[in-house]
């Protein structure tokens, strides 16, 4: 219980300084605009761009982290549970799919490029569990840990198997040969530091294999060994470090670097069919989705669930905030213009789904359970 409340303390208090951060990168990038993160720079004949740094280097101690938080969960919290690990799963693959289709569709109706769906799929789970604490449903928190989580597994590898490179088989086996060297390591010792360090190197040489750096990352922390020293698992002692590290240094600066250009917002750019089609699909599709799993998951498994139905959409509400991995899903898609507009709308979806919640929550009051 107090890894579990350290999560939600860490991932709270993450949220809270993500505004100030997000309204200063906005202000100082209308003025400067996005060229001097992105603009390509030479090191000892190694090109390289401050945003690209971000998204495939830094961002590997957050995917590091959610690594670990699966590996808790499956040890420890809510998805030793089969029931929940099956619900959870479920509820995140409809809460994934749904969007994406209904983005699909929205726009092959309208005759608009479809790249972007995977904006709409993942949820933060910093933000979800900020609003969870400001409407007081504590009681949802375990299970919306494990949701977000399985759901931002589920977003790296669609990052992975969509955005796929030229695979090269010698450092696939070395990334190999240091995953295994990782697991017995964690298995016969404790030093967080020398695991830290392997997981660097591995880090490094995933980005050579042509596998998305994300799911290398997430891969270490899930072979982090649960071995247990005085009560304390060792993936335990390992997020003691990474958690902190990932939510007050790791995001926020890369939500900084994200949000440092000019945004338009005028009427016509948020009226356009980009914007419009982002936010509204997500609005829609992600509640939808998220509901739809729960209760196909409570039919199939004949469990009762803890929360009632009201509940169960306003998970599906939470659902709709997403930042960092769908600000990466928008960086990959997007170049220039087009990319500023996807992410204002990822900025706009998240007020918006802010209200959306709290008017499921006012609707929730007094209602039985599921």
Partial sequence: MKILLRIIENETFSAYLLLPISLLSIVLGSHFGSNFFEQSRSVLGWKFSITEITLNFLLGFFFYNIGLEL???????????????AISAIAAALGMLVPALTFIIYNRVNGTPTNGWGITMATDLPL??????ILKKSE??????????IDDVGSIIVLTLVYKEHLHMLYILALVALLILYFLYSYLFTSRIVLIVIFIVGLVIGHKTGIQTSLVSV???IFTFSKERKGIHLHQKLMGIMEPFSAFVV???FVFVSLFRHFDFSI???????????????????????????????????????FSKLDALLIGG??????SVSLIF?????????KNLAIMAILLTIPAGIVLSFLIRSLSRGVKTL
């Fill in 330 to 338: 928008a960086q990959i898609d997007f170049q220039g213009s087009a």
């Fill in 71 to 85: 590996r808790f969960e499956l040890a420890e919290g809510a998805l030793q549970d089969k029931k929940i690990l």
């Fill in 219 to 221: 891969l270490f922390g």
């Fill in 251 to 253: 995001v926020p600066i």
């Fill in 318 to 323: 939470l659902g709709t905030l997403g930042l």
């Fill in 140 to 149: 949802l928190k375990g299970f919306i840990l494990a949701l977000a989580t």
């Fill in 268 to 306: 016509k750019s948020i009226g356009g069919t980009m914007v419009l089609s982002l936010v509204i699909t997500r609005l829609i599709g992600k509640p939808i989705g998220i509901f739809s799993g729960i209760l196909l998951a409570k039919i199939l498994l004949r469990v009762k669930l803890p």
């Fill in 128 to 133: 979800v569990l900020a609003l969870i604490a």
